[in-house]
């Protein structure tokens, strides 16, 4: 069993930035890939980013591309999420998704497939005013 804890979100100002983190615990964090999605209200779980346990591999959708960067520190157990230049419509619930998956890289589909994804977190609340 693998326990997943995202947190970092809050309320901002389209413009600003934010840095939300998911730390992991129960299995080696250098098995998974890591993903962050988001859900607005209303719509569907979409893909944000994703990143291979080597960072060998590194996915974002084109909606964050160039603002948004992932990294992920395997000494400490956890994946971050950069988020600059927010918008009004980055509004969603961001989730933190584990994918057991030792290769050092990994393909299109395997990051942004939901259902490839193993354990996810609670979830984090982040709002972003106009």
């Known amino acids: 069993q693998v326990h997943v804890e995202d947190s970092g979100g809050g309320s901002v100002q389209a413009g600003d930035s934010l840095r939300l983190s998911c730390t992991t615990s129960?299995?080696?964090?250098?098995?998974?890939?890591m993903g962050w999605f988001r859900q607005a209200p209303g719509k569907e779980r979409e893909f944000v980013a994703a990143i291979s346990w080597s960072s060998g591999s590194i996915y974002y959708s084109d909606s964050v591309k160039g603002r948004f960067v992932i990294t992920r520190d395997n000494l400490k157990n956890t994946v971050y999420l950069q988020m600059n230049s927010l918008k009004p419509v980055d509004t969603a619930v961001y989730f933190c998704?584990?994918?057991?998956?030792?290769?050092?890289?990994?393909?299109?589909?395997?990051?942004?497939?939901?259902?490839?994804?193993?354990?996810w977190g609670q979830g984090t609340q982040v709002i972003v005013s106009s």
């Open positions: 129960g299995r080696t964090f250098s098995e998974f890939a």
């Open positions: 998704a584990v994918q057991i998956n030792p290769s050092a890289y990994v393909t299109t589909i395997e990051a942004m497939t939901i259902a490839r994804y193993d354990y």
